[in-house]
C-alpha cells in the first residue's frame, strides 16, 4: 500500500503565563488536557497537549507556555491560522462565549462556501471555529459548559503565509500526496483524500509582507501524521531525495517525530499514530498527572515545585 500523509497530527504554539492558557483551552473552548508534561529541553516549563477525550491526531494543540514571554507577529514564513471544525448552528452559542468572557473576535463569514468564526487566544494566537461542508463525525470532548452539540470536532486546516506559494505547494503535492483543492484570490486550498478530517492545508502567498516573529502566540510547528514509524522512515528517505535536511528520528514519548523545514520557512513535523497518549495514564486518568521523561524524573520534586501552579 502506499504511504500515505493523513491529515494534521498536532499544532504546536507559543503561549505566556500557563494558568491564563490552561483555564482558557480547558474551560472557555472545552478542550481536554490529555497530557501535562515539560518541554524536554527545558523541564521548568510546561508542555501542555490539549484535544479529545484520548488525544486522537487532527485534534491535538500543544503549547509551551512561557511566563513573561514578548508577543510574536504574524507574517510570512508561519502558520498564521488554525482552523477547528465546529457542528452546524453552534457558531450563536460561539460569539455568546466569546463576547462573556472578553474574548476578542469577528463578526462570522464566509470563504469556500464555509461559515466561520475569528478569535484570538489570550496570547494573540489566531483561530477560526468553521462549519464545514461535509459533516464532521468525530466525537467530541464535552464538559459542563460545552457540550457535544456545539463542542468543536478537532482541526479542520491550517493555514500557512508564505512570499511564494510554489516551494511549499511543491512540498504539500509533491511529498505529501496533497492536490489543490480551490483558490480564491491568494489563498490556496489543499486537500487530502488520505484522511476524513483535519485534511486541509491552506496556503496564502503575500508577496510584499514581512516575515513572521515566532514568539508568545506564535505557531512554533505543524505535524503532519503518518501510521507509525515505518512509514515515518520511508517519508524521511522522500524528504531527502528532494533535497531537504531533516532531523533524524525523535522520540516524543507519545510518538515518533522527524522535523524539516519547508522552502517556505514553517517548520514541519512527521508524527506517528503510536504508541499514543495512554501510554503512561489510563484514558480516565489522561492530563491529571505531571509526566516526565525518564532522565528527569529523579528531579520531579524539585521540578514539580518550580512551575507554575494551575489553580
Ligand atoms: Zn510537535
Redesign the pocket.
Known amino acids: 500500500m502506499e504511504d500515505k500523509i493523513l491529515g494534521l ?2 499544532i ?1 504554539a507559543i503561549a505566556g503565563g500557563a494558568k491564563r492558557n490552561f483555564d482558557f483551552y480547558t474551560r472557555v473552548l472545552g478542550l481536554r488536557l490529555v497530557k501535562k508534561t515539560v518541554n524536554f529541553d527545558d523541564p521548568y516549563t510546561y508542555h501542555f497537549y490539549y484535544g479529545d477525550k484520548v488525544g486522537t491526531p487532527g485534534t491535538i494543540l ?1 503549547f509551551f507556555p512561557w511566563e513573561g514571554i514578548g508577543t510574536g507577529r504574524r507574517g510570512t514564513r508561519q502558520v498564521t491560522e488554525i482552523g477547528y471544525s465546529v457542528p452546524e448552528n453552534s457558531l450563536d452559542f460561539w460569539l455568546k462565549r466569546f463576547e462573556q468572557n472578553n474574548i476578542t473576535y469577528n463578526k462570522t463569514s464566509e470563504k469556500f462556501g464555509e461559515q466561520y468564526l475569528t478569535f484570538l487566544d489570550p496570547d494573540g494566537l489566531k483561530f477560526e471555529l468553521i462549519v464545514p461542508k461535509n459533516t464532521d463525525s468525530r466525537t467530541p470532548w464535552e464538559t459542563d459548559q460545552v457540550a457535544a452539540d456545539v463542542a468543536t470536532r478537532g482541526f479542520h486546516n491550517v493555514t500557512i503565509t508564505t512570499n511564494k506559494l510554489q516551494p511549499t505547494a511543491d512540498v504539500l503535492t509533491e511529498i505529501f500526496g496533497y492536490k489543490l483543492l480551490e483558490q480564491h484570490v491568494n489563498r490556496y486550498r489543499f486537500i487530502t483524500d488520505a484522511s476524513e478530517n483535519a485534511a486541509i492545508v491552506d496556503v496564502v502567498e503575500a508577496q510584499g509582507e514581512g516575515i513572521g516573529h515566532v514568539a508568545g502566540g506564535s505557531v512554533h ?1 505543524v ?1 503532519f501524521r503518518v501510521k507509525d514509524d515505518q512509514v515515518l522512515m520511508r517519508f524521511r528517505d522522500k524528504i531527502v531525495e528532494k533535497g531537504h535536511h531533516i532531523t533524524e528520528k525523535i522520540d ?1 514519548n507519545y510518538f515518533y ?1 522527524l522535523y524539516f523545514r519547508e522552502p517556505g520557512g514553517v517548520l514541519f ?1 512527521l ?1 506517528t499514530d503510536n504508541p499514543g497518549f495512554a501510554i503512561d495514564e489510563s484514558v480516565e486518568e489522561l492530563g491529571s498527572g505531571l509526566k516526565l521523561p525518564a532522565q528527569y524524573e529523579t528531579r520531579r520534586e524539585d521540578i514539580s515545585s518550580k512551575l507554575p501552579k494551575l489553580d
Open positions: 497530527h498536532h504546536t500543544t510547528h505535524a516524543r517525530s513535523e508524527a
